[in-house]
C-alpha cells in the first residue's frame, strides 16, 4: 500500500508564511516517529511531504516530496496514493478541511472521516454530546458579539479560560482569575481582528492528563493514561508529558475517555483525549481527533527488548484499527518522558520487564 503522511505544519501547509518554533518542532516531531514506524514494517511505501524549513530525517526508502504554495499539487499527490494519514490542527477547520479533500478523491483515511472530525473539533457543541451521556465537562458558553464577557465570568466563576471554538494544542488560550484579566484578554483578542469565534469556560483545578485512544469507528481500546505538562499563566502552554501517568483515578480516566469516543460515531484511529483530573472527577476537556504530541512517549513506553517490532508498533496498530481490528494493546514497559519537540527520555522499565533486565 502507498501511504501518503501528510504533517500540515512541517509538510508544506504554511509555505512562504511564518510558523511559530513550537508548532513547527511539535510537528516535526510527530511526523519523523510516524513516518519511521510505517517504514520499519516494510510492507508498505511511505512518501512524505516536507518543505525546506523542516527537512524530514528518515529512512532512504521513504519517499520525499516538496510541497509549492499551490494546493493543487496536494490534490495530485493524494490522488497518487491508496492510503492519507493526516496530522493537522482543527484551527479553521484545517484538518476538516484536508480529510475532505481525501474523501473526494475516493482515497482511505487512515484517520477520523471529515465528518468527524467536525463534530468533535466543535468544543461549543462538545459539552452537549458529552452531557447527553453523563460525562463530566466544565461550564462551557460561546461568546457572541452580544455577550457581556465580564459579566458571564461572574456567573460562571472564577478563574476562567477563555479558548477559540475550533482550536489545538494551547493556540490561543488564555486565563483570567479576575475582571481585570479578562479585561486585558478581551483586549487581545480583539486586537487580533480574528473571525474565529471564542468560548468561555469554568477552569478544572487538578492534574492535567491525556488518554491515547485507537477506535475503529465502533469501539475502542485505550493506549495509556498521559501526564500533560501544561504551564498556566496568563495564556496556557504545552511542553511535553510523560507516560503512563499513575494516578488514583486512572481506571475512571480511561473508563471515561472511552466513553467519551462512542459519543463521537465516526472516530477511528489514533485519538487523543484531554482531561482533568480533579480530587473526584475525570473531567474531559476536549477530544483531538488526530494524532497528538503524546505518541512520541506511548511509541516509546510500548518498546521492550523482547518484544516483536510490530507487536508493538503504534502505527501498525493504528493501521489495524482503521481496517476495522481492533485488538487488545500490549501493556507498557517503559516509564518515559516527552517533550512537544520530540526529546523522549525513557526513565524506567515496568513490572516484569524491569525483572527481566
Same mark, same amino acid.
Given at each position: 500500500?502507498?501511504?501518503?503522511?501528510?504533517?500540515?505544519?512541517?509538510?508544506?501547509?504554511?509555505?512562504?508564511?511564518?510558523?511559530?518554533?513550537?508548532?513547527?518542532?511539535?510537528?516535526?516531531?510527530?511526523?519523523?516517529?510516524?513516518?519511521? /514506524?510505517?517504514?520499519?514494517?516494510?510492507?508498505?511505501?511511505?512518501?512524505?511531504?516536507?518543505?525546506?524549513?523542516?527537512?524530514? /530525517?528518515?529512512?532512504? =526508502?521513504?519517499?520525499?516530496?516538496?510541497?509549492?504554495?499551490?494546493? &493543487?499539487?496536494? =490534490? /495530485?499527490?493524494?490522488?497518487?496514493?491508496? !492510503?492519507?494519514?493526516?496530522?493537522?490542527?482543527?484551527?479553521?477547520?484545517?484538518?476538516?478541511?484536508?480529510?475532505?479533500?481525501?474523501?473526494?478523491?475516493?482515497?482511505?483515511?487512515?484517520?477520523?472521516?471529515?465528518?468527524?472530525?467536525?463534530?468533535?473539533?466543535?468544543?461549543?457543541?462538545?459539552?452537549?454530546?458529552?452531557?447527553?451521556?453523563?460525562?463530566?465537562?466544565?461550564?462551557?458558553? *460561546?461568546?457572541?458579539?452580544?455577550?457581556?464577557?465580564?459579566? *458571564?465570568?461572574?456567573?460562571?466563576?472564577?478563574?476562567?479560560?477563555?479558548?477559540?471554538?475550533?482550536?489545538?494544542? +494551547?493556540?490561543?488560550?488564555?486565563?483570567?482569575? /479576575?475582571?481585570?484579566?479578562?479585561?486585558?484578554?478581551?483586549?487581545?483578542?480583539?486586537?487580533?481582528?480574528?473571525?474565529?469565534?471564542?468560548?468561555?469556560?469554568?477552569?478544572?483545578?487538578?492534574?492535567?492528563?491525556?488518554?491515547?485512544?485507537?477506535?475503529?469507528?465502533?469501539?475502542?481500546?485505550? *493506549?495509556?493514561? %498521559?501526564?500533560?505538562?501544561?504551564?498556566?499563566?496568563?495564556?496556557?502552554?504545552?511542553?511535553?508529558?510523560?507516560?503512563?501517568?499513575?494516578?488514583?483515578?486512572?481506571?475512571?480516566?480511561?473508563?471515561?475517555?472511552?466513553?467519551? +469516543?462512542?459519543?463521537?460515531?465516526?472516530?477511528?484511529?489514533?485519538?487523543?483525549?484531554?482531561?482533568? $483530573?480533579?480530587?473526584?472527577?475525570?473531567?474531559?476537556?476536549?477530544? %483531538?481527533?488526530?494524532?497528538?504530541?503524546?505518541?512520541?512517549?506511548?511509541?516509546?513506553?510500548?518498546?521492550?527488548?523482547?518484544?516483536?517490532?510490530?507487536?508493538? %508498533?503504534?502505527?501498525?496498530?493504528?493501521?489495524?484499527? +482503521? !481496517?476495522?481490528?481492533?485488538?487488545?494493546?500490549?501493556?507498557?514497559? &517503559?516509564?518515559?518522558?516527552?517533550?512537544?519537540?520530540?526529546?523522549?527520555?525513557?526513565?524506567?522499565? $515496568?513490572?516484569?520487564?524491569?525483572?527481566?533486565?
Amino acid at each position: 500500500m502507498r501511504i501518503l503522511v501528510h504533517e500540515f505544519v512541517s509538510g508544506g501547509g504554511l509555505a512562504g508564511k511564518a510558523v511559530p518554533r513550537s508548532l513547527a518542532r511539535e510537528g516535526s516531531a510527530m511526523r519523523a516517529a510516524l513516518v519511521a /514506524d510505517l517504514a520499519a514494517l516494510g510492507r508498505h511505501q511511505v512518501v512524505a511531504t516536507v518543505e525546506p524549513r523542516f527537512p524530514l /530525517d528518515a529512512p532512504p =526508502d521513504v519517499e520525499r516530496i516538496m510541497l509549492g504554495q499551490s494546493g &493543487r499539487r496536494l =490534490d /495530485d499527490l493524494i490522488a497518487s496514493t491508496d !492510503a492519507v494519514w493526516l496530522v493537522a490542527p482543527e484551527t479553521d477547520r484545517c484538518l476538516e478541511r484536508l480529510a475532505s479533500r481525501v474523501e473526494q478523491r475516493g482515497k482511505a483515511l487512515l484517520g477520523s472521516g471529515s465528518a468527524a472530525i467536525r463534530h468533535a473539533s466543535d468544543k461549543a457543541n462538545l459539552p452537549r454530546v458529552l452531557a447527553r451521556h453523563g460525562i463530566a465537562h466544565p461550564p462551557t458558553h *460561546l461568546l457572541r458579539p452580544t455577550t457581556d464577557w465580564l459579566a *458571564l465570568a461572574r456567573v460562571v466563576g472564577y478563574p476562567v479560560v477563555v479558548k477559540p471554538r475550533r482550536g489545538a494544542g +494551547c493556540e490561543r488560550v488564555y486565563f483570567a482569575r /479576575d475582571d481585570r484579566e479578562l479585561r486585558q484578554i478581551i483586549g487581545s483578542v480583539r486586537r487580533t481582528r480574528s473571525r474565529t469565534s471564542f468560548l468561555l469556560q469554568g477552569y478544572i483545578a487538578g492534574t492535567a492528563a491525556s488518554v491515547s485512544v485507537l477506535t475503529n469507528g465502533h469501539a475502542a481500546v485505550a *493506549l495509556s493514561l %498521559n501526564a500533560q505538562a501544561v504551564r498556566v499563566s496568563r495564556a496556557f502552554s504545552y511542553s511535553g508529558g510523560r507516560t503512563p501517568l499513575r494516578h488514583p483515578l486512572a481506571a475512571l480516566a480511561i473508563e471515561t475517555a472511552l466513553r467519551a +469516543c462512542d459519543a463521537l460515531p465516526g472516530l477511528r484511529g489514533f485519538v487523543g483525549v484531554d482531561m482533568v $483530573l480533579s480530587k473526584s472527577e475525570a473531567v474531559v476537556i476536549e477530544v %483531538n481527533p488526530r494524532l497528538t504530541t503524546a505518541y512520541l512517549g506511548v511509541r516509546a513506553a510500548l518498546r521492550g527488548r523482547k518484544h516483536t517490532e510490530e507487536g508493538r %508498533n503504534v502505527a501498525a496498530m493504528t493501521l489495524d484499527a +482503521c !481496517a476495522g481490528t481492533l485488538l487488545i494493546p500490549p501493556p507498557l514497559v &517503559r516509564r518515559v518522558r516527552f517533550s512537544a519537540d520530540g526529546l523522549v527520555v525513557s526513565t524506567a522499565l $515496568l513490572g516484569s520487564a524491569a525483572q527481566r533486565s
